[in-house]
């Protein structure tokens, strides 16, 4: 099995998750109100523990390939884009069709962490 880019990917998501919470907290605070600053946040504070779930996963299929792990770690980027990045856009833009987009990353997500579960159950 091919070693995955999760580890690079999840650094390079969290780097990202840093520099859209300082965005959040200096750039946009004064002009967004507090319902889109606390959907900025959301996106932001889930975007970095996902970008660590992923680079856990990473870490993981190094030393245990395992095809549940891959296709928990794709999940776990693809929730982590549509989640984060569909309420990104809507703090920002305030397009309220991008919230039926939302739950779509979140159940990406909910997979990821169950066949992440998955997977530590059945190698014990």
Not at 18 to 44: C, E, N, Q, R
Not at 91 to 99: C, P, Q, R, V
Request: no cysteine.
């Amino acid at each position: 099995m091919k070693t995955l880019p999760f580890i690079t990917l999840g650094a390079f998501f969290a780097f990202l998750a840093v520099v859209m919470g300082a965005f959040g907290a200096h750039a946009v605070k004064g002009s967004l109100s507090p319902h889109y600053l606390a959907v900025y946040h959301t996106a932001s504070d889930y975007q970095m523990w996902h970008a660590i779930g992923l680079i856990l996963i990473g870490v993981l299929h190094q030393k245990n390939p395992s095809n549940l792990l891959r296709i928990a770690g794709w999940f776990m980027l693809a929730g982590m884009l549509i989640f984060s990045g569909s309420l990104y856009i809507l703090s920002l833009t305030g397009i309220t069709i991008l919230g039926a987009i939302t739950p779509i990353g979140g159940v990406a997500l909910l997979i990821a962490w169950l066949l992440f579960a998955y997977h530590s159950f059945k190698s014990k």
